[in-house]
């Protein structure tokens, strides 16, 4: 099974607050968990990611937790600004073969960061 | 750089045109992605392109013809595609090695396509 599932759905958070999004998975043959962030009309960008050997990664104002062992992952975003108003979607990877690598994706959270 | 160019921006096709989309990387990568994504959803894995070779079709209806002239260059070439068809197609770029040390996959700002 290749289901990473993802919540909230949406999130609404106070500027200068934390924002937290929690991804859950299945299948252990995932290896690297990146985070995307995407505004209307384009494209995702690649924000942080992190491989499971590791606990925590932290990047500017974002974090990722991650629990093996419960085999689940989270995005903090400290100090949130209201130019973190996107959505976004955690991910997980795994070797697809000759030399690619397949996403699965979670359904994606709308964050919406208010003054 | 980790820039992945796609043209055109928009497009919009009538049911019985043809027409391609390009998408480029020049950070040597040789595996190369395309995605649809609809409103609201995540993005879709259409397709993989390994080492210029043709590696993960995920059943794409067969208006839909990848094509991969060269490691740098990605074609989505449409057919009489039907108005459900219309979305962001997106197109994403990843390195290899080994032993694997790159994981990241790039994506392009997409093309907007609508199906009238």
């Known amino acids: 099974q290749q289901q990473v599932k993802q919540s909230p759905q949406s999130l609404i958070v106070q500027k200068g607050g934390i924002s937290i999004i929690n991804c859950a998975y299945e299948?252990?043959?995932?290896?690297?968990f990146p985070w995307y962030q995407q505004f209307p009309g384009k494209g995702p960008a690649l924000l942080i990611a992190i491989r499971p050997d590791v606990s925590e990664k932290k990047e500017g104002r974002f974090t990722i937790s991650f629990n093996k062992s419960a085999k689940q992952f989270s995005l903090h975003i400290m100090d949130s600004q209201p130019g973190d108003s996107a959505t976004y979607f955690c991910a997980a990877s795994m070797d697809s073969g000759a030399g690619s690598y397949q996403l699965t994706f979670g359904k994606g959270t709308k964050l919406s960061v208010i003054p | 750089d980790t820039e992945v160019t796609q043209t055109p921006k928009h497009l919009v096709m009538g049911m019985t045109n043809k027409k391609s989309l390009k998408c480029e990387q020049h950070?040597?990568?040789?595996?190369m992605y395309w995605y649809k994504q609809k409103a609201k959803k995540p993005p879709e894995l259409m397709f993989v392109?390994?080492?210029?070779?043709?590696?993960i079709n995920e059943s794409v209806p067969s208006r839909f013809s990848p094509e991969c002239p060269n490691s740098s260059l990605l074609n989505l070439h449409l057919h009489a595609l039907q108005p459900e068809d219309s979305a962001l197609y997106l197109c994403?770029?990843?390195?290899?090695?080994?032993?694997?040390?790159?994981?990241?996959?790039?994506f392009g700002p997409g093309t907007r396509l609508t199906v009238t």
């Open positions: 950070m040597g990568h040789r595996a």
């Open positions: 392109y390994s080492y210029e070779k043709l590696s």
């Open positions: 994403a770029s990843s390195q290899d090695s080994f032993p694997r040390t790159y994981y990241e996959q790039y």
């Open positions: 299948n252990t043959a995932f290896d690297y």
